[in-house]
């Protein structure tokens, strides 16, 4: 089947050749009614030279590889990439690239080291965004080596220094949960804090967690969003103290979210969470932690209540738990179960 008109052609081209398909599109025409054109590029099968016509027409960029920008490249690579990425994933990516608005605009030929670098000493963030940058920025330049735009990756010399320890993680005392629990009606979202205190999920995974993985009958949250071998489909029974609290937001909330927004319209995002409620609890009660604490507090009161090493690794998602067991055997919800309600 023929492509429309000024869609672009694959071709095969003649010789012994490692990528001997060559995509090109029409650009304009000479004075004498001649097309002119621009090559995408050289792929190794016809396939991929398809797809890359494909994506080239859906989403039109610059093809002079001279003049193509930051921000033009991480778009196709972005376009490319994205779909295989968890929701969580293309989340922090996305927070990462809205930080790379002074080199957006420069030309992937002319960016060396020295703007890279200057580009991130100048950020003033902390050391976990600046590793979680240098990544986007690493792929996006071994993306531009693999379609010969650029002949050095300059991303590799990005230095960002050692990360600083700004704050020993501290766990919830039983009388600051118990000032929680105390509180609830207090406040819209203290019951989260608690659900997170006794589940060890992530801010990120509760936030993201779907009312269809939790199971009211079972009594069991499953989480999904993990894409690490560790933490994929994990299972966490609902300990008794918050199985109102999950039965609550699970009644009230209008969407498929477990836990909606205030206005119960939309999925909550972590920094309005963290501004708005989460903060604001911390403060009104003279606290003094961030949303993984709830996480090292879960972990914390399972270990000192004498729970299975097995099992808190199998419910935090996270097989380098500092607990003496070499052998990760299979556990029944049953005994997951046993060991959580081993905490009050």
């Not at 990544?135 to 050692?162: C, H, P, R, W």
């Not at 109102?244 to 972590?270: F, G, Q, V």
């Not at 708005?276 to 009104?284: D, E, G, I, T, W």
């Amino acid at each position: 089947m023929r492509n429309p008109n000024n869609y672009g052609s694959v071709f095969k081209l003649s010789g012994n050749r490692r990528k001997p398909w060559a995509v090109r599109v029409t650009t304009g025409w000479s004075k004498d009614y001649k097309q002119q054109y621009k090559y995408l590029g050289y792929y190794t099968t016809r396939k991929d030279a398809m797809q890359a016509l494909a994506e080239y027409n859906t989403n039109p960029y610059n093809i002079d590889e001279s003049e193509i920008t930051f921000g033009e490249l991480h778009e196709r690579w972005k376009n490319k990439h994205f779909k295989d990425l968890s929701v969580n994933t293309i989340k922090t990516y996305n927070t990462a690239f809205n930080y790379c608005k002074p080199i957006l605009n420069l030309k992937m030929t002319e960016i060396k080291t020295v703007h890279l670098q200057n580009f991130i000493d100048d950020l003033n963030k902390n050391h976990g965004t600046l590793m979680i940058l240098k990544n986007v920025i690493n792929q996006v330049f071994e993306y531009a080596m693999k379609l010969d735009i650029i002949q050095k990756d300059y991303s590799k010399f990005i230095n960002v220094g050692k990360r600083k320890v700004l704050k020993e993680k501290s766990v919830f005392t039983d009388a600051e949960i118990d000032l929680l629990w105390d509180n609830l009606q207090n406040f819209k979202y203290a019951d989260t804090i608690l659900i997170m205190i006794y589940t060890g999920m992530r801010i990120g995974e509760l936030l993201s967690l779907m009312k269809q993985d939790v199971d009211l009958i079972e009594q069991t949250i499953t989480v999904k969003e993990s894409k690490t071998a560790a933490g994929r489909n994990r299972v966490i029974p609902i300990h008794p103290r918050i199985k109102e609290l999950i039965h609550i937001r699970y009644e009230h909330s209008n969407i498929d979210n477990l836990i909606a927004s205030a206005t119960n319209k939309t999925s909550l995002e972590y920094v309005n969470y963290l501004r708005h409620f989460f903060a604001p609890v911390m403060k009104s009660l003279k606290m003094n932690h961030t949303p993984h604490d709830c996480r090292h507090t879960f972990a914390t009161r399972l270990n000192d209540a004498g729970g299975n090493a097995t099992a808190i690794k199998k419910m935090i998602g996270h097989e380098s738990f500092t607990l003496t067991e070499k052998v990760y055997t299979h556990k029944k919800i049953d005994e997951l179960r046993k060991a959580l309600e081993l905490v009050n």
